[in-house]
């Protein structure tokens, strides 16, 4: 009895937009060494790429880069206004899932995908689990906001990253049977990495000497409205006179850059250097080395705090309060004046609190996630 293979039980891994790719690789690798560490497990398991990103650079050299298996099926969403772009992979990905069957659709994050094959699974009434569950910016004027109290809503197994996100889904009437605190996968898939860095010449590449910072921006309150680009860009006129500013243009932003005032602005000044979205070991490899990062990203906030970087986060909120209370992130808001003061007080080095990695940071979140899903599914 003891030897008999378990029952299959096939998983979907959904993956949609450039930071889910980050996840998955932790997921795949976890799914890996557990299937050889146990051969006749029935665990399967298949990456879904709903197509919500698309270009080489934010999608296929992440496939590559993080040893991710190709896509089982790509559904070719591509981009359009949120509501057709969610409805569009809910309708291509439920007819996938009434064919296929799988055991449990896995989602991360929170973009429209994670939405969309949630949605799909409660609907068809398969299990769904959400890793990096129950983060909370309390701001529903953001998309992703949304994305995560929908999924959490409807999800049957919540993966966290950090206390505050159990206690965030409790106050929401969630089961707390259901919640798993079990560190972050992004984390995972950084300290696997980490080690390789030195290979990237992308300082050379940028013709980078001394001390410089990066920057990355791509939210909707940041750049869709050319004032709040504009306010960010005069503290950001005034720090590159100080340092040199390495730019990664998020191709959302660099259509709004593209012909604009704000675009004529930035390319007037000399210290900031735009380039083409980074691969994921030339980006680690910069952040690794920066004085400091300025962000409104959500999974740089979680790495700078791994790193030791110190990050500023141009947003009012942040749904990763963790980073800011243990870890080397400060909330700068979107107001210039503030950008710049605390700029200045890191740059100059002067009153930089002392920070540590969050607890369950360590590198085993997969594992974890892995060994919960195969006693609750059981495979
Ligand atoms: C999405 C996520 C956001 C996440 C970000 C990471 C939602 C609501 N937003 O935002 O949470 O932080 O991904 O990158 O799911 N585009 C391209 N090539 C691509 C992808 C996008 O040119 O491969 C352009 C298109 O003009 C598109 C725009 O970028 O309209 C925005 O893409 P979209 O996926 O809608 O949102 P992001 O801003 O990327």
């Known amino acids: 009895m003891k030897n008999r293979p378990s029952p299959r039980k096939k998983i979907f891994l959904i993956g949609g937009a450039r930071p889910n790719f980050v996840k998955i690789a932790a997921l795949t690798r976890a799914f890996t060494s557990f299937k050889k560490a146990h051969p006749k497990s029935g665990l399967r398991w298949q990456v879904i790429h709903t197509g919500q990103h698309y270009d080489f650079l934010m999608v296929k050299s992440f496939f590559r880069d993080l040893d991710i298996p190709s896509p089982y099926i790509d559904l070719n969403v591509g981009s359009s206004p949120h509501g057709e772009q969610t409805a569009k992979i809910i309708s291509r990905f439920e007819k996938v899932v009434l064919h296929e069957k799988p055991d449990l659709i896995l ?15 409660v609907k068809v009434g398969i299990p ?58 992004m984390v995972d898939t950084l300290l696997v990495n980490l080690p390789k860095v030195h290979c990237s010449n992308i300082r050379k590449r940028l013709g980078l000497g001394g001390d410089y910072a990066v920057l990355t921006l791509h939210r909707p309150s940041n750049v869709d409205q050319e004032n709040d680009f504009m306010e960010i860009l005069k503290a950001l006129e005034h720090i590159q006179r100080c340092i040199t500013i390495i730019f990664p243009v998020h191709p959302r932003t660099a259509r709004r850059i593209k012909g604009s005032a704000v675009g004529e602005k930035m390319l007037g000044l000399q210290n900031i250097k735009l380039t083409s979205p980074l691969r994921y070991l030339d980006f680690i490899a910069l952040v690794n080395g920066a004085k400091l990062v300025l962000t409104d990203s959500g999974g740089i906030q979680e790495e700078t705090t791994m790193l030791g970087v110190p990050c500023l986060t141009l947003r009012d909120n942040t749904e990763r309060p963790v980073t800011i209370n243990q870890g080397s992130n400060f909330l700068a808001g979107r107001e210039s004046g503030n950008i710049i003061r605390l700029a200045d007080k890191i740059l100059s080095r002067k009153g930089i609190k002392k920070f540590k990695k969050p607890t369950r940071w360590d590198g085993r979140a997969a594992d974890r996630i892995v060994q919960v899903l195969s006693k609750k599914i059981g495979f």
Do not use: Q, W
Request: aromatic share 6%.
């Open 107 to 121: 989602v991360v994050g929170d973009v429209n995908s994670t939405l969309a094959c949630s949605l799909v699974g």
């Open 128 to 185: 769904v689990a959400h890793v990096e569950s129950g983060l909370r910016s309390f701001d529903r004027t953001m998309p992703e906001e949304i994305n995560r109290r929908v999924t959490d809503a409807v999800a049957d197994y919540l993966f966290t990253t950090c206390r505050d996100a159990d206690r965030n889904l409790i106050k929401e009437g969630i089961d707390p049977k259901s919640i798993f605190f079990v560190g972050n996968v």
